[in-house]
């Protein structure tokens, strides 16, 4: 209802348009081709790559934690998810209100997303869960929030619909390869192993990041500023 309603309140009259471009052939290789000349870009997008694949699969890592690291009830995961998504949307309100997005922002939310994953695979029981899971859909919002804020700041304003559906692809379609890796985990090494993994590459690639911005971004860790 909300979506619905800010779509009827919005005037079209004062939307900014641009022609239509014809469609044409290679335009998906051009997108690539214009990530690669970008380096905010083709490092925020090979962390998502990272990311998407081994730890942003909560539909799958959560209700195996629940029930086989917590021995839980369906009840219980229910409680948990919900206040997973209660810290996500705290997380987003916050962000709403931020006037810059920068690159160390994706950096700092993958690092944050990735500690407070393997919070959650450490926690003892349902009550510390709560706490930790808390912080986790703070920290996955922080993170994709950001890195799709800066995909909009940084790309032209030609390419925002090619650059848009690859991040998209990235982050719902990698699911498709790490939703099965995390259940296979899960069934060989218990519903902790796979939060510990996803903990494990948020940091590698939160590492990745900071190093690739340090070398090929102008200004480094404070460079790719970006007004929202």
């Not at 009827?8 to 009259?13: F, V």
């Not at 790309?155 to 498709?176: K, Y």
């Amino acid at each position: 209802m909300a979506v619905l309603i800010a779509l009827a309140l919005m005037r079209p009259a004062e939307l900014y348009r641009h022609a239509p471009k014809p469609r044409g052939k290679g335009e998906v290789r051009a997108g690539f081709r214009y990530i690669g000349t970008l380096p905010q870009l083709w490092i925020s997008f090979a962390m998502l790559a990272a990311i998407g694949t081994l730890a942003y699969n909560f539909n799958v890592t959560l209700p195996l934690f629940v029930t086989d690291a917590l021995h839980s009830s369906e009840a219980v995961y229910t409680v948990l998810y919900s206040v997973f998504s209660f810290g996500a949307v705290v997380c987003a309100l916050l962000v709403a209100n931020k006037g810059l997005v920068r690159i160390r922002h994706i950096i700092v939310g993958a690092g944050a997303m990735g500690i407070a994953m393997l919070a959650l695979a450490l926690t003892p029981g349902v009550p510390a869960a709560l706490v930790a899971v808390f912080f986790v859909g703070v920290a996955s919002i922080l993170y994709m929030t950001a890195t799709t804020a800066l995909v909009q700041i940084e790309a032209r304003p030609d390419m925002h619909g090619r650059v848009l559906s690859l991040q998209t692809v990235l982050i719902g379609g990698t699911n498709l390869i790490g939703g099965p890796i995390c259940g296979a985990l899960a069934d060989a090494a218990g519903g902790r192993a796979p939060l510990v993994l996803g903990g494990v590459v948020c940091l590698v690639a939160a590492g990745f990041g900071l190093a690739a911005t340090r070398r090929f971004v102008p200004g480094g860790w404070l460079g790719g500023e970006g007004e929202v």
